[in-house]
């Protein structure tokens, strides 16, 4: 069930993600070429998953990496197979570090995923409410009710971004993957 059109998708965003102008590349702590590495990591990592027929027929399985830091969410039926997946992923160039975060279980309904997309509006709209810290600095991903929030962040915003994603109705967990910036400016 990985998404056999990811080439075409991956195309698609990187376009729309240079079309968006300086605002988020003057707000993404990330270099420029660090957000390229990290696109190139996920496109790298769908490709090769979705060329491994076993994982693309019974996995639902999802890339985020920021920072060279891979975040990998979703079901496999069997431990063997989520095994595979991260041990596949753990070869790609670029790759610093795994965030394994693929649960044992069947794919999850559509209604479920149509309640993630809900719960990541939410957050991230509350996030958007902050003062305390820049909410395009982070990337909210939910799945299943549980919210996983990358980025990279100084301790301060990662705290803030917490307590705010901790206190929105149906979040069941909050999960961090967090890179800290050393400069606080």
């Known amino acids: 069930m990985i998404n056999k059109h990811f080439s075409m ?21 990330r270099t420029f070429k660090k957000q390229f590495i990290d696109q190139k990591i996920e496109y790298n990592v769908n490709r090769k998953l979705t060329n491994h027929k076993v994982l693309e027929q019974h996995t639902n399985l999802h890339f985020i990496s920021i920072n060279g830091a891979l975040l990998i969410i979703g079901q496999a039926p069997t431990s063997y197979l989520r095994d ?5 992923a753990t070869t790609i160039e670029g790759v610093v570090k795994v965030h394994n975060q693929i649960r044992i279980g069947n794919p ?24 305390q810290l820049t909410p395009t600095n982070i990337k909210v991903v939910t799945e299943n009710s549980e919210v996983f929030l990358m980025g990279l962040v100084t301790p ?4 803030e971004a917490v307590a705010i994603a901790r206190n929105i109705s149906g979040v069941n967990r909050v999960f961090l993957a967090f890179e800290y910036r050393t400069n606080h400016n």
């Open 156 to 159: 301060k915003e990662a705290e």
């Open 84 to 88: 595979i997946a991260v041990k596949e």
């Open 108 to 131: 999850t309904s559509l209604l479920t995923r149509s309640n993630d997309v809900w719960l990541t509006s939410k957050v991230k709209t509350a996030l958007l409410g902050s003062d």
């Open 9 to 29: 998708t991956f195309f698609a965003i990187t376009i729309c993600s240079l079309l968006q102008g300086c605002v988020g590349l003057a707000t993404d702590h």
